[in-house]
């Protein structure tokens, strides 16, 4: 052993004591202890359960929150300022009065701050202060305590519903099992039940790492008991409390996302800081000049105090750092801080749009992101999921093909294809009439109209033959979760969420998507060794329940007394995924009713009324690389072993039984793969049903090897998922299904009209390519006379070959080219030296389709095009397989619909249909894209031509950094007087009317590419700004040269007339005023003569003293304002003429339709839409001849023209 | 698989009890208000500026402006002004040798008169000024160093000036009244005007000084240290600014209303000027009760005590008569940027529709 100095040994001890510490938590039990002094409690080394996600505390707020907004680079230039001023020989202002700016900013953002920890506090506050029970030994009872008394140590009872105050060690629930069932909704945004398993002993040390239940879960089981007093005891133990909760743990900062136009604002910036720097170079060069030119020393150069004058080298040298002084409001640092106030107000603006609002689910869109609302005009590719997206993700059982035989269910079909409003008319009423509450959930979904031949066929066999089988999978072989409707689920996940969330709310984005991640390792409870606990029970998470129920639940009675008391149409079912729902009422319907399910069972009544409970043996849950999930069974009467299998038609048919012979299976596979096209070309979902029996040798033998796998530390999933495949061979095909997933409302016409936008719609799905294009021509993604090449791994060596002559150039020629690629080859396309020319194809593409992509995949794929073509990009999605890919795109939308939140929770917008994304983009982007660019440009104008001002001053006071205006006024004049309007008209200003955006699509492709904010955009107006004070400074030059006029009496005129050509200057940039946008110019025009009137009064101190009264009794005050303001004007004046009258961008038309009557415009709008889409026509009939390396091209990717 | 609850969905109405803890236990709809304001319908006008709507614009600009133009160009012409420069640049100029051989030490105070005549009569009252060029009187550093709680008549910044004042702040251990470099470069020539009458005898033109600084500079900014309304008094222990021949008290010893800080001469400095090349209001020929002209046209001579030395820095001295009008003194430049500005929109009005 090497020599190690005893300090070393001593800090290696430490570290390995706290090492144990970490890992290992003793708790112990509070009850023993109670009432005793504080100190004498052995949890209180733990924190207590108060939650606290505030930043600051009252006491600390103005240093932290200073600490804090002094990382921002902008606030430290501003101080950096403030300083030099308190240099005397550089100052330029007063030191106290350069304070002004950086206190006003700091103290806005430090409210704002303080705002937000505020609510924040009252969030906590009402979290903290929600009841819940825990056990006290004095009163022998549980109590009702706040949620922040809860310790560590403490016995806690969670009732039904009840939401979980901390996390918990389940020691004990009502269920005789032992089993309780818990949402995560909270916390990964799951919303099925997950299962959890009490332990079974007392005095338990539980490791840190490991983790049972969490906050805010709801723990859904009968009430808990504890009528049995050895029981009492066996509550939930305590032991992570508040901030130490796993939710609270993966509480991180916030995530940031800087929109495109605020990248290039700072470029803006840079290029003002380089002016900046030459205006003040010049300055200090005319100061110096102008000192060399005196012949000797005149009586107006002031010498230093102690009597001698700077040499004029020194002298211009300090003038650089005065004019960086005086100029510095040409680097809009309050420019940020306003765009931080616009935003708030557009978001407030879009999160209260109605049209926005889903009366269904009582939900608006959530604005989670603050701070790229304006990227959302600009978006050129949108890529969507399929499923939950595009469709509803309420599944409709369409049709079913059992044992090679077709059951069309037509009725059902017509039923839900009808007319759908008079459907939801009707269901509408219904509602009305049952005052909304008692009526069943999903009533369309629920409601199977059977197939006569089909009922005919199982009500004529009552023997157990492939029919009865069929529907016992569809029964069984399913993780749905049976509850009595009247002790359903209560939703509160929604709500807390937002709770949740807001409690959070600097960071909610990155906290959820944290937790999903974190979701997927869920860890084991590992039993320490001091633990009566076998490892076993604990290892049981999710799918291994049954490893140990096997050998209780033989011993337990179902409760068969209460079971068949309920009737069958009571029953609620809970599925993890829609399909799962859809069958089981399918099943349902034909009198195959899965009446309960525990870890252990499963009970089904048959059509004729009896009720077998079928022992669960095994649950090979669903993955997605098996693309399939089975149950393994003992029938009661049979004693058989059977292991039912549901999965993917591919994934199944491989593993068909091969029959020497049986000619009979053979046909029935491949009727039933043909049935199966026939649902994917509808659009159906489609999975195949098997069964398989096993002799009990060979269950058994399988069995011992599963066990290894469950019980394997290293490698577990893989073991688990090799043991499935093991036993999922030789399948015996039973039939298949098709399933319907119909179209959200609107969504052909969201897509026509985001694609009339100019966006690029990709859809990225799981589905097979048949399904995927079946849908794509549903939702108008695909038209008819589309040419769609369909690329597979098949032929993708052709691909290859093709590539070179298949060059876009040729491409281009047809406009409606649509790509179909499935994942295997998209894979291959993304490798590095294919991926350039994918990109290039895909862009000439009208629209693509990835069919079975991974998750990965999908992010992949909106990385790849984001990079490659630098492009703004949009994801929307609904479930967690779409959460990489919303946070890979620029914008994220998450659908908050069927599948659970985590794609809410990871984006950046929420919305609740698909549908809402056509009045998000075309109008709230539009309008946010195009304030904000307006703003922007603006308020760099404003900041420019207000201080150039000074800058040309400088010419006429021998550049000494003298400003002809108070500062206390030059202060105001940016933070009072012209803050609000900008502000004003970054909120509301409206170009063209939603009706018009809304019905000309193409109105949004302005904002696409650089849009309004460009290069060119933010020059012209600098260079407005540089005429405009040119002429703010000289028409009172030449008009006042010679006079007897003093400084501040020359400032005055300047300043107003500067305050004038900016506010006049916003009123011709303003495009639709309001009596707000009357009131607010008004209001700053009446605020700067109150206050400089009153500044001129007031401060006796004030050189400048009565001027502006001296100023305004002057008839040639006004003249001068007046013909300065319009000549600064007009060229922009004449300018917007120009371009209003000569130019015809869409936008200005739409703007003089907007002028029009409705009636009229509607018109206009029909008028224009019919002759644009003649025009497309008349291209597409033009072009229809293909190139010839095209043609070569389809000769060998398979053309699918329908 | 998907994680996810079929039923979850109409649920969410049912939703009470857990979440009634919470405190939203009365479940309220979050649809948005449907008003004007938050669905972005306020009544709006929606201005298109286009050729045919902004050109009539034009067209009215240039006729209110042409008028205008008009009136401020004849207003500017009917102003009478005449100047002299006395700076004594030039070797013919009678001044020469004073600007030459100017001393800030000399206690005889150097004279020079300048011979002018007035081609035309200047009826009502004239304005005698002074100008100067190339002085900086906007300098920076210039335009801080005084103390206007002092002037303000403050007692405390008497004996105890701002800083700003340095170095003009003390002289000998003295606080100097008035500080600062502004008031220690007060204007010190004196101006008086003879008209020649055309028998040769010299009439001295009579120079009215009072009412030549604001009103509201003279009676409310400005005031002597109070407490004693004897000046001398009042400011003692203080010590004239350097570059002054007498203490401040003695600007004017005639008028007590006109001495001190309320001197009309001081404070007509003390308003620096906008631009180094200026004039300031030294005094005031009232117009004559009679029916003849303030000045008549004729032979005058401007005699100067020449004390101001503006040859450092290349500057130079004017003495100006102006009448004046509303728009102040004679300025032409106002009315032609009016009268062409005002063209300009009434062709681009009157032209381009057509």
Redesign the interface.
Known sequence: MPWMSPLARIRDALAGQRARDKDLRNLVSNLPYEGLDKWKQPNRHFRNNGIKTTKYSVLFFIPMNLFEQFHRLANLYFVGLAILNFVPVVQ?FEPEVALIPICVILALTAIKDAWEDFRRYKSDK??NR??CFVYSSKEKCFVEKRWKDVRVGDFVKVES???VPADLLLLYTSDPNGVCHI?TANLD?????KQRRAVPGVCITVSNTDILLIIHA?IRTGCLGFSHPDLVLKQHLVYLKGHETKAMLNNNGPRYKRSRLERRLNIDVIFCILLLFTMCIIGSLGHYLWLES??????????????HLDTPSLSSFYKFF?MIILLQVLIPISLYVSIELVKIGQIY?I????DL?D??????IQCKALNITEDLGQIQYIFSDKTGTLTE?KMVFRRCSIMGREYPHKENGMFLCGPKRALKMYIYKIKILMF??S?P??QQETEVILDQKLLRQIRGTEKIDAYQDFFLALAICN?VVVSMATA?????S???TA?FQQTNQSNPLDTLSSLVRRAGSWTRLRAPITSETSANDLTTQGQSVNQTGGQTCSLHVPPQGTAPAVPAGKL???????D??ALVHTAKAYGFVLMSRTPDSVTVQLPSGAQLRFEVLDTL??DSNRKR?SVLVRHPISKQCILYTKGADYAIMELLETPYGEKQQKAIASDTQQHLDCYAKEGLRTLCIAKKVLCDGEYESWAVQRQHALAAMDNREQLIMDSAVQIETNLCLLGATGVEDRLQDSVPDTVMTLREAGIQVWVLTGDKPETAVNIGYACRLLEQDDLVINMSCKNLCYWEKQSCSADPRNVDTTPDISLVIDGRTLTMLMSPDLRDRFVDLARHCRSVLCCRVTPLQKSEVVKLIREKLKVMTLAVGD???DVNMIQAADIGVGIS????MQAVMASDFAISRFKHLKKLLLVHGHWCYSRLANMIIYFFYKNAANVNLLFWYQF???F???A?IDHWLMIFFNLLFTSVPPIMFGI?D?DVS?EMLLGLPELYRTGQGKGEYSFFTFWISMLDAFYQSLVAFF?P???????????Y???TPLNTISLFTILLHLS?EI??????HVFIILGSVTLYFIVTLAYGVRY????G??TL??QMV???FY??CL?ST??AL?PR?LF???K??ITCSPI?EA??L??LEPSTRDQWIKEWRSFRGRVQDKTSDVSVPPSPSLENLQDDTKQVKL | ???????????????????G????GAVK??????TAF???R???????????T??PAFFV?GLI?IP?GIG?YVTSNNIKEFEIDYTGVDSNSPCYSCARNFSSNSTTPCTCSLNFTLEQPFESNVFM?Y?LSN?????????K??D??QL?GDLSSLKEPSKEC???RTSESFPIAPCG?IA??LFNDTLELYYVESNGTRNLVPLVKKGIA?W??KH??FRNPSGNSNLTIAFQGTSKPV?WRKPVFELDPLDSENNGFINEDFIVWM???????????YRIIQKKPSTTPTLPSGRYILTVTYNY?V?????RKRMILSTIS????K?P??GI??IT?GSICFFLGADIPN
């Open positions: 330029a009402k979290l929600l009841p519903n009840d939401i949402e945004g799951e919303t099925n039940l709801v005196m012949p000797s020393v005149p009586l107006y150069l002031v010498p230093q105090t102690d009597g005065s603006f999160t209260n749009d109605l609002y009366e269904e689910t009582d939900a608006t993700n909304t509450k009526l959930p999903n993780t359903k689920r209560l939703r509160v929604a709500r807390l709770e609620c079912y809970e599925a993890e995924s829609p799962e729902a849950s669903f999930m479930g967690a397989n619909g069927q599948e659970g006429f006071c021998g000494t950094a003298n002809m509301m409206k939603a028409i030059y030449f008009t006042y040269r010679g006079s007897d006029i003093d400084i009496a020359f400032g011709i495009k639709a005023w309001t009596i707000v006796l101190n004030y050189s003293y009565w009264q001296a002057d008839p040639m003249l001068v013909i319009v000549i007009l004046y917007h003429v120009l209003n009258s200005v703007r003089h907007d002028t | 698989m998907m994680a996810s609850s079929y039923n979850a969905k109409e649920e969410d109405g049912h939703h009470s009890g857990a979440a803890h919470g405190g939203a709809s979050r649809k948005p208000d449907n938050k669905q972005q306020l009544p709006a006008w929606q201005p298109i500026l286009t050729a045919g902004v050109l600009i402006f205008i401020l000024y100008g002085f900086y009187q906007n300098h920076r550093r210039y335009v160093s005084r206007d709680s303000n340095e170095p003009y470099a220690n470069s604001w509201t500079d409310v900014k570059n308003r620096t000027a906008a631009l180094p090349t200026f004039r300031k209001l030395p040859l450092s820095f290349d500057g509303w728009m102040g003194g300025n430049f106002l940027a009016y500005v």
